[in-house]
């Protein structure tokens, strides 16, 4: 009888846990699916996974599709899809981490000049100084320009003692548009002939991925997912106030820049391969947090996980505006961050 009792609880337990993976991932499945088949181009469903199978064991599936779908569906909506996921799960992690170790509900890398450091730092190496290290250089300087922002707006904050979160959230918004002005000062410098792409890019958009270049948003991507869920424990207690986390034993400046640094890392990666995707990082977390309350163990997961189909369906709604055009991405997320970010305001006041 006892050990009965002790294990239907588990099933219990264990039960409700596999069907929510189950029915996440057939969301995932149907979200793939509907993006793929998307565009100016349709693409059926067998069509669709017939090419995947394909791909992974040859000659699987009869193949009655062209060679120009099998490459509009591998070789141009795969990779879109998978960067589109990464991108939304690393900013939505970032906009946790960064509402966690600021105690502010409206910190996010777009409004505290973190992609605008990052779109900076791109620009530059795209129009001035050149790919000198290859494909890296990109990435590498969005990084880079990433970081300064974040460290100049902690510089700003503290010579002017402002350390109340509205403030921060403010000296974010002005360091922000400072580092666009500087931005739009090297388009305006730079050739004439690359600076349209580079305004395009600007505005956010996925149109050019490709498989050779996902490898590098998923080696950031993972290694800082992992150790932000690692450190969910801090995260949580960051959330309670610098007094109780010091005395958990955490030394708060530490771990704050810890995060801030990953958080430039994240982002300027990101901002490299897909320009400038505004409010994911402050929408995804509030809504994760209404799913499963606000442990950072819980809320670090499914934040990632919304945040890739939040930026996939803004994928599909930017190719279905204007079709046969592609709406830029970034337009699509700021028309619907701005209305939640007006929301959340109205919900704090």
């Known amino acids: 009888m006892t050990t009965e009792a002790k294990k239907t609880p588990s099933r219990k337990t264990n039960r409700p846990m596999a069907m929510q993976v189950l029915l996440w991932g057939a969301l995932f499945l149907a979200s793939i699916t509907i993006s793929v088949g998307t565009g100016a181009i349709s693409i059926p469903v067998d069509t669709v996974w017939g090419v995947v199978i394909n791909k992974i064991s040859p000659e699987t599936v009869e193949t009655t599709w062209s060679k120009g779908r099998e490459a509009i569906v591998w070789d141009i909506r795969f990779p879109r899809i998978l960067l589109a996921i990464m991108v939304g799960s690393g900013l939505a992690l970032v906009g946790a981490m960064l509402q966690a170790v600021t105690r502010n509900p409206l910190a996010d890398p777009h409004l505290l000049g973190i992609s605008s450091g990052g779109a900076f730092g791109a620009i530059l ?13 990109v990435p590498l300087m969005a990084f880079l320009g990433s970081l300064a922002a974040t460290l100049l707006v902690l510089g700003v904050t503290r010579f002017t003692q402002s350390s109340s979160a509205d403030r921060l959230v403010l000296t974010g918004v002005a360091i922000s548009f400072i580092v666009m002005a500087l931005a739009n000062v090297l388009i305006f410098l730079g050739d ?3 600076t349209h792409t580079v305004v395009f ?6 149109g050019l991925a490709q498989w050779s270049h996902l490898i590098y948003p998923l080696i950031i991507l993972l290694p800082c997912a992992v150790w932000a869920v690692l450190n969910a424990p801090y995260l949580n207690a960051m959330t309670i106030g610098d007094e109780t986390a010091t005395t958990l034993g955490i030394s708060v400046k530490r771990f704050r820049l ?5 958080s430039a890392l994240i982002t300027g990666v990101m901002v490299a391969f897909s320009g400038m995707i505004g409010f994911v990082g402050l929408m995804v977390p509030h809504i994760a947090r209404r799913f499963v309350g606000g442990d950072y163990r819980r809320v670090l997961p499914v934040s990632g996980l919304f945040g890739g189909l939040f930026v996939l369906w803004a994928d599909v709604i930017a190719r279905k505006v204007v079709a046969p055009e ?13 209305c939640f970010f007006l929301w959340l305001l109205r919900a704090r006041s």
């Open 201 to 206: 890019w600007m505005l956010g958009g996925l």
């Open 192 to 194: 004439p002939k690359a």
């Open 326 to 338: 592609d709406l830029p991405i970034g337009i699509v997320t700021g028309l619907i961050g701005g």
């Open 258 to 262: 810890t995060v801030f640094v990953i």
């Open 125 to 137: 190496a795209l129009l001035h100084t050149g790919l000198f290290l290859g494909l890296l250089t």
